[in-house]
């Protein structure tokens, strides 16, 4: 394989195909902001997908790697955006989880970067701080779908796991 494939072509593809995968949710929330009804939706992904993307976005500045920021940064505000449909239509139980899992998940990125910053690390350190956390965060992040396997279990019917996601998350996966 040539060296221009695996440096440019193959983190060209994975943006577009994390692009694809961060924005395939929006039929669902253009359907939840227009009925004012969650239905069969898992809100969980959105907030996860905010946080999973800002944790990127970070890695990928202090790895100075222009490749790993960009779609990073339209999945951060399209998970940001998306939180906020679904919270205007959830139930007090999901409003209350979001409302922990984002102030704990501030306070988290927070301290990663006052440990970055002021934690007496090397470069590398700090890179490596960034990159641990973010596939710990990923690996939540591709787990928020089984979230609502239980469901799916006990009533028979799959229609709170939305495909598009699932499918795109795989090819961008396999691109990365």
Same mark, same amino acid.
Request: glycine share 8%; proline share 5%; with cysteine.
């Given at each position: #394989?040539?060296?221009?494939?695996? &440096?440019? +072509?193959? $983190?060209? @593809?994975?943006?577009?195909?994390?692009?694809?995968?961060? %924005?395939?949710?929006? $039929?669902?929330?253009?359907?939840?902001?227009?009925?004012?009804? #969650?239905?069969?939706?898992? $809100?969980?992904?959105? *907030?996860? =997908?905010? %946080?999973?993307?800002?944790?990127?976005?970070?890695?990928? /500045?202090?790895?100075?790697? *222009?490749?790993?920021? *960009?779609?990073?940064?339209?999945?951060?505000?399209?998970?940001?955006?998306? &939180?906020?449909?679904?919270?205007? +239509?959830?139930?007090?139980?999901?409003?209350?989880?979001?409302?922990?899992? @984002?102030?704990?998940?501030?306070?988290?990125?927070?301290?990663?970067? !006052?440990?970055?910053?002021?934690?007496?690390?090397?470069?590398?350190?700090?890179?490596? !701080?960034?990159?641990?956390?973010?596939?710990? +965060?990923? !690996?939540?992040?591709?787990? @928020? $779908?089984?979230?609502? !396997? /239980?469901?799916?279990?006990? &009533?028979?019917?799959?229609?709170?796991?939305?495909? *598009?996601?699932?499918?795109?998350?795989?090819?961008?996966? =396999? #691109?990365?």
């Amino acid at each position: #394989m040539s060296n221009a494939f695996l &440096t440019v +072509v193959c $983190p060209l @593809m994975g943006n577009l195909l994390g692009v694809i995968m961060l %924005l395939s949710s929006i $039929p669902n929330v253009l359907l939840l902001r227009r009925t004012r009804q #969650m239905g069969d939706i898992n $809100p969980l992904p959105y *907030p996860f =997908t905010a %946080l999973n993307c800002l944790g990127w976005v970070v890695y990928g /500045l202090v790895m100075k790697d *222009p490749w790993i920021s *960009p779609a990073n940064i339209v999945g951060c505000c399209a998970g940001v955006a998306f &939180t906020c449909v679904a919270l205007s +239509v959830a139930d007090h139980k999901t409003q209350d989880r979001v409302l922990v899992l @984002m102030t704990t998940a501030v306070a988290y990125f927070s301290i990663l970067g !006052m440990v970055g910053v002021f934690g007496g690390l090397s470069l590398k350190q700090v890179q490596q !701080m960034w990159g641990i956390q973010s596939v710990l +965060v990923l !690996m939540l992040y591709y787990a @928020m $779908p089984l979230s609502s !396997m /239980l469901k799916v279990v006990r &009533t028979r019917n799959a229609a709170s796991v939305y495909l *598009p996601l699932a499918a795109a998350a795989i090819a961008n996966g =396999t #691109m990365w």
